[in-house]
T-cell receptor, first 116, second 118 residues
């Protein structure tokens, strides 16, 4: 079974600065997807960014980028030019491509605070 | 284009009762997944429905059951409620790969149903 670990329960960043959230995962599979989701106090889980394991190039979405290290099984999220609206709980998630169905396995989350 | 919707928003039940939660997927999506999120934790996968059949199931007891209707909407039923069932229940929808032109690897979540068991 796959596991996802987020070792930082809480992080804080100053507005306009850069912050990196860590995620590691354990799997014996070679084909999978990784995701970062954001969950603000409204509870709605929002997709931030997605990475296909077969792609060596790191995914980017505007101010959000990832550092995907497949051999190390590491998938960190970098938020540049942090904004107050980035404050939320961030979850890293894994999806296998070697089993039928598309279940997500989530980490425990990192609570990000953005200070003005 | 409506996103994933869930009802009710909040629900309070007592131990031993039964509860039904409802989910309507995003337009064009035919696969529905349910997750349980306890306070301060990450979501845990309960099960997934596709073509009105349970396709995958997580490590949850048989008290948790579901159903998918021909219009792709879904219900989550929990029998014999326990205090530990108190949580946020999230529904997520995604398109199956056989729907040409749609990304198949991303789940879109609803706002959740907050269940409190007293």
């Amino acid at each position: 079974a796959q596991t996802v670990t987020q070792s930082q329960p809480e992080m804080s960043v100053q507005e306009a600065e850069t912050v990196t959230l860590s995620c590691t995962y354990d799997t014996s599979e070679s084909d999978y997807y990784l995701f970062w989701y954001k969950q603000p106090p409204s509870r709605q889980m929002i997709l931030v960014i997605r990475q296909e394991a077969y792609k060596q190039q790191n995914a980017t979405e505007n101010r959000f980028s990832v550092n995907f290290q497949k051999a190390a099984k590491s998938f960190s999220l970098k938020i540049s030019d942090s904004q107050l609206g980035d404050a939320a709980m961030y979850f890293c998630a894994y999806r296998s491509l070697e089993t039928s169905g598309s279940r997500l396995t989530f980490g425990e989350g990192t609570q990000l605070t953005v200070n003005p | 284009d409506a996103g994933v919707t869930q009802s009710p928003t909040h629900l309070i039940k007592t131990r031993g009762q039964q509860v039904t939660l409802r989910c309507s997927p995003k337009s064009g999506h035919d696969t529905v997944s349910w997750y349980q999120q306890a306070l301060g934790q990450g979501p845990q996968f309960i099960f997934q429905y596709y073509e009105e059949e349970e396709r995958q199931r997580g490590n949850f007891p048989d008290r948790f059951s579901g159903h998918q209707f021909p219009n792709y909407s879904s219900e989550l039923n929990v029998n014999a409620l326990l205090l530990g069932d108190s949580a946020l229940y999230l529904c997520a929808s995604s398109p199956d790969g056989r729907l040409a032109g749609l990304p198949t690897d991303t789940q879109y979540f609803g706002p959740g149903t907050r269940l409190t068991v007293l």
